[in-house]
């Protein structure tokens, strides 16, 4: 069992910077791949970018790709997500989620993901 909790949420300007991060529980948090999703109001969630459980490997939706970073820290149980160059089209909450132990990065389905987090809200005002 994995709990997750994010943080770093909130009003931000567009071409601003933003970092979420992800506490997670578990002794076996190295082992499993994490995502980032987020959804918008009125759409689906989709995903935006995963890492393999090294850290080693990572993937990313085209439409955050050159602009967020996704990275873990797994002495501290953590997954971040570094949002630079925010548009207002990045406005959502944003989840966190843990996959299979020692899935590939490139596990961007939503069925893919075991284990979610409540959600942080990023708003991105124009």
């Known amino acids: 069992q994995v709990q997750l909790v994010e943080s770093g949420g909130g009003l931000v300007q567009a071409g601003g910077s933003l970092r979420l991060s992800c506490a997670a529980s578990?002794?076996?948090?190295?082992?499993?791949?994490m995502g980032w999703f987020r959804q918008a109001p009125g759409k689906e969630r989709e995903f935006v970018a995963a890492i393999n459980w090294s850290g080693g490997n990572t993937y990313y939706a085209d439409s955050v790709k050159g602009r967020f970073t996704i990275s873990r820290d797994n002495a501290k149980n953590t997954v971040y997500l570094q949002m630079n160059s925010l548009k207002p089209e990045d406005t959502a909450v944003y989840y966190c989620?843990?996959?299979?132990?020692?899935?590939?990065?490139?596990?961007?389905?939503?069925?893919?993901?075991?284990?979610w987090g409540q959600g942080t809200q990023v708003t991105v005002s124009s």
């Open positions: 578990g002794r076996t948090f190295s082992t499993y791949v």
């Open positions: 989620a843990a996959g299979a132990p020692f899935g590939i990065a490139t596990m961007t389905k939503r069925g893919d993901y075991d284990y």
